[in-house]
């Protein structure tokens, strides 16, 4: 057993993978041969991610405020605190807070052999009604 007591600063999301503020605090990354990454995300309102996708999926549990999410080719549906969203291996996706609200969610993440845990694409087009 290993308890951590300490971490590492909270990280701005770089404006090459997220649109508008979003923070990332660092809750797991454990040593190998664990492959497991947690993150706790804090997107300000508007702010979302990239369309990305993850090599073996992604699970979104959202901690407060309201957001949405989408995947390639489908609605994009409202998530509040309290839901949990199960992102499939390779589905391209995004996510982010709400119009008018922070959100904040727990994201986990299982890295590839490699060490890869995203492949991130553009960013979310601004024009489309829906982002």
Not at 36 to 52: C, Q
Request: proline share 8%; aromatic share 6%.
């Amino acid at each position: 057993m290993h308890i951590t007591r300490t971490r590492p600063d909270s990280k701005q999301g770089p404006a090459e993978h997220f649109t508008g503020a979003v923070w990332l605090d660092e809750i797991a990354a454990p040593e190998l041969p664990s492959r497991l990454r947690m993150f706790s995300v804090h997107f300000a309102p508007g702010a979302r991610t990239a369309w990305h996708t993850h090599p073996h999926g992604q699970v979104l549990h959202v901690t407060e405020g309201e957001g949405r999410v989408q995947r390639e080719g489908g609605p994009v549906e409202p998530i509040r605190a309290g839901d949990t969203v199960w992102i499939e291996p390779g589905e391209r996706h995004w996510h982010g807070a709400g119009p008018r609200t922070f959100m904040t969610h727990l994201a986990a993440v299982e890295a590839a052999v490699d060490g890869t845990t995203v492949t991130w694409g553009e960013l979310v087009d601004d024009a489309d009604p829906n982002s």
